[in-house]
């Protein structure tokens, strides 16, 4: 399965080789080309002070690429988080289709990474596309602070699942501009028929990338690119009180949850995809429309 999916994605892949097999496990492997820079959990752990919006930027936009492709063949990835990107020249490739399969197929089977499965998954709903945005959301605030997802806030599962179900979120780092943000709470949102889809998505990036690549240079471009210049000047007072080697839990794993109450938006969620109050909009045709503060 993990072959055809890695095939069919249309824009770009690591180089697939063939298969091999353990001798003492028989455990089958892909044999694939190098990624020089590791996955982008490891990666951010190692050169978090390095890396400018700029580029966390082009990140998303190569991530969310490969992921409109999947959806656009009806297909979820399922295992969506920082340690099945990997990067090669530092352009990220999203990998470790084991779990992929049909939007909309029914399974209550919940293998992942808890801080990054949606509450509507959790609670043992269908698995469908928007649970890949809800990830895509939890991956945006992990390039903003450079910490895995709740990264203090482990050890009980089951308190875990059921803060995540009340509205908990992570946080963003110091300086984070609000229209990101707000992009990345949308992602978040409680709602699984609120969250955009990975073409709006694909949208937005490509338009904030512009912005600062100075491409578009209207008014509310130069403002947006401002508020990233600003935010580029936090990054090195951003401390990384997490260590590489300490991440022990970043493995998925079979999930199971009795009880949980229904998903809802905390008050700060609320704020950005109720209100309207700041940051980007996602219209249903597809096209989006920019708010800040006055």
């Not at 982008?40 to 969310?64: C, E, H, Q, T, V």
């Not at 089977?109 to 809800?134: N, Q, S």
């Amino acid at each position: 399965m993990e072959i055809y999916y890695r095939f069919t994605l249309r824009n770009k892949s690591l180089s697939f080789y063939g298969l091999t097999k353990n001798p003492d496990t028989n455990e089958i492997m892909m044999v694939t080309g190098f990624a020089s820079d590791g996955s982008l959990r490891g990666f951010l752990a190692d050169n978090f002070s390095n890396i400018l919006w700029k580029k966390k930027l082009s990140y998303l936009k190569w991530i969310i690429q490969d992921l409109k492709n999947l959806h656009e063949q009806g297909i979820c990835h399922k295992d969506f988080h920082s340690g099945n990107i990997l990067l090669h020249n530092q352009i990220p490739y999203l990998t470790d289709f084991g779990l992929s399969g049909p939007a909309n197929k029914n399974s209550k089977e919940i293998f992942g990474i808890l801080t990054y499965v949606a509450p509507e998954v959790l609670k043992r709903k269908t698995y469908t596309a928007p649970a890949d945005i809800y990830s895509f959301g939890i991956i945006m605030t992990e390039l903003s602070t450079g910490l895995p997802p709740y990264y203090n806030n482990q050890g009980n599962d089951r308190m875990l699942a059921l803060s995540i179900c009340s509205g908990l979120r992570p946080d963003f780092g110091e300086g984070t501009p609000e229209v990101y943000k707000a992009l990345a709470h949308e992602c978040m949102d409680a709602n699984a028929n609120k969250r955009p889809t990975a073409e709006k998505l694909e949208k937005a990036i490509l338009y904030l990338c512009d912005c600062l690549a100075e491409r578009i240079t209207d008014e509310k471009a130069k403002k947006i690119k401002a508020t990233f210049d600003k935010a580029d000047k936090e990054i090195p007072n951003i401390q990384l009180l997490f260590k590489k080697n300490s991440d022990l839990k970043h493995i998925s794993k079979l999930l199971y949850f009795n009880d949980l109450p229904e998903p809802g938006n905390s008050s700060l969620n609320s704020e950005y995809v109720d209100s309207g109050q700041i940051g980007m909009k996602l219209s249903d045709d597809g096209k989006f429309f920019i708010l800040f503060e006055n």
